[in-house]
């Protein structure tokens, strides 16, 4: 398993360039899930709470997590993941034990991170262990189950989310739906919260149409989860 997860990350830091959440900042999509996620964060949390921002990239999004009055940890396998925030950087592997205290954190965001690595049961223990009780973890993810690919799958065409071909989305290697989600959360010990979305996509040949008031009412329909568990 080790040697898997091994892999899982190369493959990973050779797929991705480290620019990448910048460029979720300036996506529509990609940073309306950004926005729900922070705001479960600081929803769960009380001002100047210690949280760790698993896969930091640059530190754009940990920047925005000291701008709702927490205190953020920028972590990612780069080692210069912190440039842009101005705070505290850790470099670890989040398919392996991290490296902090048990009970040392008050939240943990992990925003498109689980669908990567090999053992999402171990990352979700940990992120258990290193929260104090009370604390909370807020996870994004794309959403395997969306509208047009729930209506492909009829048909007897595969989820996107698991095309191996695909020029990025191969490295998505554990794809969630909002109940399988729920139930490694609960497994791990986390009392998961209903899912929040950011669009619901459906895209043709020509077009793509995108609707965040259908993913406000039919949230498991949406591309991306998005989802804060509490460790009681």
């Known amino acids: 398993m080790r040697r898997a997860q ?17 460029g979720y900042l300036r996506d529509p999509y990609h940073r309306l899930r950004l926005d729900h996620a ?14 760790a921002d698993l896969g930091a990239g640059g530190g754009e999004v940990a920047a925005l997590i000291a701008g709702r009055g927490l205190r953020p940890i920028a972590c990612d396998v780069v080692h210069d993941a912190c440039r842009a925030a101005g705070c505290p950087a850790v470099r670890l592997d989040v398919g392996e034990v991290l490296p902090f205290r048990s009970g040392s954190l008050d939240g943990v965001l992990a925003g498109e991170i689980i669908e990567h690595v090999y053992d999402p049961a171990l990352l979700l223990r940990e992120c258990h262990r290193v929260l104090r009780p009370g604390g909370v973890l ?7 189950a969306p509208l047009q690919d729930r209506l492909r799958f009829l048909r007897g065409h595969a989820p996107r989310q698991v095309d191996p071909f695909h020029e990025y989305l191969h490295l998505h ?7 399988l989600l729920a139930t490694g959360l609960r497994q791990a010990g986390f009392t ?7 669009q619901v996509v459906w895209r043709t040949r020509r077009r793509e149409f995108r609707s965040t008031w259908a993913a406000r009412r039919w ?14």
């Open 192 to 198: 998961p919260s209903a899912p929040r979305s950011n």
């Open 6 to 22: 091994s892999r899982a990350t190369a493959a990973n830091q050779r797929g991705y360039s480290g620019d990448e959440v910048a």
């Open 138 to 144: 807020v996870l994004t993810t794309p959403n395997l």
């Open 173 to 179: 290697i554990r794809p969630f739906t909002y109940p």
């Open 38 to 51: 922070l705001d479960l964060l600081a929803e769960h949390l009380p001002p100047g709470s210690l949280s």
């Open 219 to 232: 949230p498991t329909l949406g591309g991306s989860l998005v989802v804060a568990a509490r460790k009681p």
